[in-house]
């Protein structure tokens, strides 16, 4: 009985969720920008998320200006799709409403190569690669296994080899680009302006000051204080109240 409730519940969920996608749809179409992130909202409440929820959340936002949800919703819909490129694309324009420019210090060396390879693919479809070698090898192992002459042997032999190989880098990628979105926190700016200081506390000399829109990483946690860290490598303490994590 128990089961069959949740079913009900879920598919309920499911539909109500459908129906405010597409009200919000309609309602952005309609150019009813504010009662569109209310419908897109009631979705999100459901804890129905999807890349292009977020992407449509993000327009919404755009177009009335409100640079920070913007940015955060197009954020938000990279991380549950890295190859969106429709939400990368309109970040970019939304990114050029802020007002820190804050430069990109490019990372060097094997880390750099390692993580360009690794940033290939997300790290679920890194784990469905391996999936897919691994049935290969198994292919090569019965045809290896079953074949009489010795030409197939050593053909399906070499593909084995070669299968274990790509598998086990495939695999090392997957768990590297886990680690890397776990240890990962983004983090964007809400605050109109924020002070960034260099303790976590108010009487700490203030360092910079962000404005709404930018995009920070958290490194760690103190009371109501933040440290996070810029793109261009500098660091601070700012108030947890200030930003919000993307992840």
């Given at each position: 009985?128990?089961?069959?409730?949740?079913?009900?519940?879920?598919?309920?969920?499911?539909?109500?969720?459908?129906?405010?996608?597409?009200?919000?749809?309609?309602?952005?179409?309609?150019?009813?920008?504010?009662?569109?992130?209310?419908?897109?909202?009631?979705?999100?409440?459901?804890?129905?998320?999807?890349?292009?929820?977020?992407?449509?959340?993000?327009?919404?936002?755009?177009k009335l200006n409100k640079v920070a949800p913007a940015i955060y919703s197009y954020e938000k819909a990279l991380v549950?799709?890295?190859?969106?490129?429709?939400?990368?694309?309109?970040?970019?324009?939304?990114?050029?409403?802020?007002?820190?420019?804050?430069?990109?210090?490019?990372?060097?060396?094997?880390?750099?190569?390692?993580?360009?390879?690794?940033?290939?693919?997300?790290?679920?479809?890194?784990?469905?690669?391996?999936?897919?070698?691994?049935?290969?090898?198994?292919?090569?192992?019965?045809?290896?296994?079953?074949?009489?002459?010795t030409i197939v042997k050593r053909i399906s032999f070499f593909v084995m080899f070669v299968l274990i190989v790509l598998?086990?880098?495939?695999?090392?990628?997957?768990?590297?680009?886990?680690?890397?979105?776990?240890?990962?926190?983004?983090?964007?700016?809400?605050?109109?302006?924020?002070?960034?200081?260099?303790?976590?506390?108010?009487?700490?000399?203030?360092?910079?000051?962000?404005?709404?829109?930018?995009?920070?990483?958290?490194?760690?946690?103190?009371?109501?204080w933040k440290k996070v860290q810029l793109t261009d490598g500098t660091e601070g303490w700012i108030q947890n109240a200030?930003?919000?994590?993307?992840?």
């Amino acid at each position: 009985m128990k089961n069959i409730f949740f079913i009900l519940l879920l598919t309920t969920q499911v539909f109500f969720a459908q129906n405010g996608f597409e009200a919000g749809n309609n309602l952005y179409k309609a150019g009813k920008y504010e009662q569109a992130i209310d419908a897109y909202g009631s979705v999100l409440k459901t804890k129905q998320h999807s890349s292009e929820l977020y992407f449509n959340l993000g327009n919404c936002y755009y177009k009335l200006n409100k640079v920070a949800p913007a940015i955060y919703s197009y954020e938000k819909a990279l991380v549950l799709n890295a190859n969106n490129r429709e939400a990368a694309n309109n970040l970019r324009f939304a990114q050029k409403r802020t007002i820190d420019e804050v430069k990109v210090v490019p990372k060097v060396g094997f880390a750099k190569l390692l993580r360009d390879f690794t940033g290939i693919y997300h790290y679920n479809t890194w784990a469905w690669i391996a999936v897919g070698l691994a049935i290969a090898f198994l292919l090569a192992f019965l045809g290896y296994y079953f074949s009489e002459t010795t030409i197939v042997k050593r053909i399906s032999f070499f593909v084995m080899f070669v299968l274990i190989v790509l598998m086990f880098i495939v695999i090392a990628a997957a768990v590297f680009e886990k680690s890397h979105y776990d240890n990962e926190r983004p983090a964007i700016v809400f605050a109109e302006s924020a002070e960034v200081r260099s303790e976590p506390q108010k009487g700490g000399s203030v360092i910079f000051v962000l404005h709404e829109g930018t995009k920070v990483y958290v490194e760690e946690k103190v009371d109501s204080w933040k440290k996070v860290q810029l793109t261009d490598g500098t660091e601070g303490w700012i108030q947890n109240a200030a930003i919000k994590e993307v992840k």
